[in-house]
């Protein structure tokens, strides 16, 4: 089991540039989330999924979009990239587990940078 | 609405000394609980969880947190720090039951020294 895997690790993008980020999970888990974090901030939601071709926004959506077109991977697009998007993604993926709550198991994150 | 507050952007201790960790949180339900540590430039790995079932939790590596209604604390705790203990730590909270999402604190950086 590879677990939560995410491409590319690392990215520098210039100003207005748009790129996708891969996330892709291997057990078979039906919830998957796009984060970001930033300094002092902790982990801020971007986007979710609760199912294959389902998608919801978070806490900050704005200027990403996503899309869960295979329930093993989420992609999230950055459009026209900003210098506030300068920040560490990261991807996780969960399933309901026992006693009603469910952990959610994160892949290794991209530094993206944006100049 | 669920909030979580970690009381300490940075705690430092000695090896071999307690780790204390504090975490507030505000909840309008009974809520679930985790700790997830992350290592420099790694990806977040979970800790311990409470999930309404008993209210001591023992984690990984020796960790243990205890969940306080009373309080609304769920405080992280080792009896002796280890060089690889330093790393940074979060409290989450969520809703159980179905699919909520999780609210993360804003972390504790934990260093230890020789």
């Known amino acids: 089991n590879a677990g939560v895997t995410q491409t590319p690790k690392f990215r520098v993008l210039k100003t207005g540039q748009s790129m996708t980020l891969l996330c892709a999970q291997d057990m078979n888990h039906e919830y998957m989330y796009w984060y970001r974090q930033d300094p002092g901030m902790g982990l801020r939601l971007i986007h979710y999924?609760?199912?294959?071709?389902?998608?919801a926004k978070g806490e900050v959506p704005d200027g990403y979009n996503v899309s869960r077109l295979k329930k093993q991977n989420f992609l999230l697009g950055l459009e026209s990239a900003a210098p506030s998007q300068t920040s560490v993604y990261f991807c996780a993926s969960s399933n309901r587990g026992t006693g009603g709550s469910y952990e959610q198991y994160f892949g290794p994150g991209t530094r993206l940078t944006v100049t | 609405a669920q909030s979580v507050t970690q009381l300490d952007s940075h705690v430092s201790v000695s090896e071999g000394t307690p780790v204390l960790l504090r975490c507030n949180y505000s909840?309008?339900?009974?809520?679930?609980l985790f700790w997830y540590v992350q290592h420099p430039n790694k990806g977040l790995q979970l800790l311990l969880k409470?999930?309404?079932?008993?209210?001591l939790v023992k984690g990984i590596n020796g960790f243990e947190a205890e969940f306080k209604k009373s309080e609304t604390s769920f405080h992280l705790t080792k009896p002796s720090a280890h060089m690889s203990d330093a790393a940074e730590y979060f409290c989450?909270?969520?809703?159980?039951?179905?699919?909520?999402?999780?609210?993360f604190g804003k972390g504790t950086m934990l260093l230890v020294s020789p």
């Open positions: 999924s609760v199912g294959e071709g389902t998608t």
């Open positions: 989450v909270v969520t809703r159980p039951g179905g699919y909520s999402t999780l609210t």
């Open positions: 409470y999930t309404s079932a008993a209210t």
């Open positions: 909840s309008s339900y009974s809520p679930s």
